[in-house]
């Protein structure tokens, strides 16, 4: 069935340091790619999505890359803060029918100061 | 706006006990999905209302129901709780004016729940 695959499922940087998060996914279809950040104990929020139709997408720090043929997306955050601790969700969603919408596994983001 | 609120924040339940799950939103979105949090898992869709009036089965239904109450309420009913449905539930909306699913999903603040 639809997949998506997410790594790492941990990552720790220091301070102002680069981080890169991949995700896979198996269904061609798949047309509409968010990113959620969830805070612990707190409610996921989008963070930046992208499109089918666009290959890069950026908003100051953080940006998102798309391959289609490679099925692969990333999100890239540089310049990074201990704020930007959080667990990190990426998604592929598909309009047929209904719609369908598979979310990642999550990799948790550690910004050591 | 309060936007997506859900109650209760957490519940403890026994085996075979029922249970609803309540999700209000007011920002007069078309939309309403329910999902379950588990760890390593990520985020997995149980039902979805695109619309007032509508519901359909997501990823994981079995064991759950839900209901439109009405434009702002989706309510996730468990008849009889077991332990595998002992995780965080996450309600959330989008405005319902693009393709369904493409628009940014709005959450609520999660129900925590553990069943014996």
């Known amino acids: 069935g639809e997949n998506v695959e997410q790594h790492p499922s941990t990552l720790s940087v220091q301070e102002g340091d680069s981080a890169v998060i991949k995700c896979t996914y198996s269904?061609?279809?798949?047309?509409?790619f968010p990113w959620y950040k969830q805070e612990l104990g707190k409610r996921p929020q989008l963070i930046i999505d992208?499109?089918?139709?666009?290959g890069e997408k950026k908003d100051q720090r953080i940006a998102v890359t798309l391959n289609k043929t490679a099925k692969h997306f990333s999100l890239h955050i540089t310049e990074t803060q201990p704020e930007d601790s959080a667990v990190y969700f990426c998604?592929?969603?598909?309009?047929?029918?209904?719609?369908?919408?598979?979310f990642g596994a999550g990799t948790r983001l550690f910004v050591k100061a | 706006n309060a936007g997506v609120t859900q109650t209760p924040k957490f519940q403890v339940l026994k085996t075979g006990q029922s249970m609803t799950l309540q999700c209000a939103q007011d920002m007069n979105h078309n939309s309403m999905y329910w999902y379950r949090q588990d760890p390593g898992m990520g985020l997995r869709l149980i039902y979805y209302s695109a619309s007032e009036g509508t519901t359909d089965k997501g990823e994981v239904p079995n064991g759950y129901n839900v209901s439109r109450l009405n434009k702002r309420e989706f309510s996730l009913r468990l008849e009889s709780a077991a332990p595998s449905q002992t995780s965080v539930y996450f309600c959330?909306?989008?405005?319902?004016?693009?393709?369904?699913?493409?628009?940014?999903?709005?959450f609520g603040p999660g129900t925590r729940l553990l069943v014996l």
């Open positions: 998604a592929a969603s598909i309009r047929t029918g209904g719609f369908k919408t598979i």
């Open positions: 992208i499109r089918s139709n666009v």
């Open positions: 269904d061609s279809a798949s047309n509409y």
């Open positions: 959330a909306s989008t405005r319902g004016q693009g393709a369904l699913g493409q628009e940014t999903q709005y």
